[in-house]
């Protein structure tokens, strides 16, 4: 699975902004699928994540603010991010949790990660 994410940039406080992310490759095999950011000096942390049946997680510092999404028919997930802080600026990286099978029935659970998008918040 190879992940391609976009759409970060520079915003002011208040602003708001649409990460997207696709995926390609064997992407049947998507369960999960999440944004992680990490703040320079910082650890990678959780932002927010989707189920294949739409069911959403969110770190709590974005509640209210972000809304994750997913188009499973174009393996895309969008992170909607609104009411943007000087504290959301970090890289986002895009996470796809995988579990598929082999021919003898055997379990492949893997996690893939894209490439950063960088998103700076000035104040």
């Known amino acids: 699975v190879q992940l391609q994410a976009s759409g970060g940039g520079l915003v002011q406080a208040g602003g708001s902004l649409r990460l997207s992310c696709a995926a390609s490759?064997?992407?049947?095999?998507?369960?999960?699928m999440g944004w992680y950011r990490q703040a320079p000096g910082k650890e990678r942390e959780l932002v927010a994540s989707?189920?294949?049946?739409?069911?959403?997680n969110y770190a709590d510092s974005v509640k209210g603010r972000f809304t994750i999404s997913r188009d499973n028919a174009e393996n895309t997930v969008y992170l909607s991010t609104n009411n943007l802080k000087t504290e959301d600026t970090a890289v986002h990286y895009c996470?796809?949790?995988?579990?598929?099978?082999?021919?003898?029935?055997?379990?492949?659970?893997?996690?893939?990660w894209g490439k950063g998008t960088l998103v700076t918040v000035s104040s």
């Open positions: 989707i189920t294949r049946d739409g069911t959403t």
């Open positions: 490759g064997r992407t049947s095999s998507i369960n999960a």
């Open positions: 996470k796809a949790d995988t579990l598929w099978y082999t021919d003898n029935g055997t379990p492949i659970v893997a996690a893939y």
